[in-house]
């Protein structure tokens, strides 16, 4: 079985600061990958950014980055120079060979002006 | 660039009646899956399609059913709606390309049941 755990319900950054959102899964799969999405107010499913398992190289997407820890199992987004826009619910998910994906339960996060 | 289009946005049902979801994949995206997103609650997988057959199956009940078309767009039936029912619908596509593909959302379909 998958699963995915999001520890922080919710969480704050002033903007133009930086902020990490945890994240830690289990699978017994070894070829997984993991997504990190965003859910702003409109509801729409937002991909931020991807890791393939295999790579040992952190993902990396603009402002956004990853801390890919597998021995761990921790997969944690952070988001530099945080703007007004980045405000959203985050899901931390999971794909293994099932192809479906397993969400957290999400973290919602703020910015102050 | 096309995204996934989903239809209708929104939806208000009664109780015990049904209701058709349809979902329109990325241009030359082959695979399909559809999520459900209770209120406050994570997206959970329904069911997922791959050049027009069931590929894999989540929670989804009894009393719903969908498939894939052959222009690759899927409807999801409901029937027999129940207040539980009460979500947010999203369809997922992506090209399968082993293990690697990527899935893009579209903006859900908002049912009501009343």
């Known amino acids: 079985a998958q699963t995915v755990t999001q520890s922080q319900p919710e969480m704050s950054v002033q903007e133009a600061e930086t902020v990490t959102l945890s994240c830690t899964y289990d699978?017994?799969?070894?070829?997984?990958?993991l997504f990190w999405y965003k859910q702003p107010p409109s509801r729409q499913m937002i991909l931020v950014i991807r890791?393939?398992?295999?790579?040992?190289q952190n993902a990396t997407e603009n402002r956004f980055s990853v801390n890919f820890q597998k021995a761990a199992k921790s997969f944690s987004l952070k988001i530099s120079d945080s703007q007004l826009g980045d405000a959203a619910m985050y899901f931390c998910?999971?794909?293994?060979?099932?192809?479906?994906?397993?969400f957290g339960t999400g973290t919602r996060l703020t910015v102050i002006p | 660039a096309a995204g996934v289009i989903q239809s209708p946005r929104h939806l208000i049902k009664e109780k015990r009646e049904t209701a058709t979801l349809k979902c329109y994949p990325i241009?030359?995206?082959?695979?399909v899956y559809w999520y459900q997103q209770g209120p406050g609650q994570d997206p959970q997988f329904l069911i997922s399609f791959y050049e027009k057959m069931q590929s894999d199956k989540g929670s989804i009940p009894d009393r719903f059913s969908a498939q894939q078309f052959s222009d690759y767009h899927s409807e999801l039936n409901m029937s027999s709606l129940e207040l539980g029912d009460s979500a947010l619908y999203f369809c997922?596509?992506?090209?399968?390309?082993?293990?690697?593909?990527?899935?893009?959302f579209g903006p859900g379909t908002r049912l009501t049941v009343l």
């Open positions: 890791q393939e398992a295999y790579k040992q």
């Open positions: 997922a596509s992506s090209f399968y390309r082993g293990s690697t593909d990527t899935q893009y």
């Open positions: 241009p030359r995206h082959d695979t």
């Open positions: 998910a999971l794909r293994t060979g099932a192809n479906n994906l397993f």
């Open positions: 699978t017994s799969e070894s070829d997984y990958y």
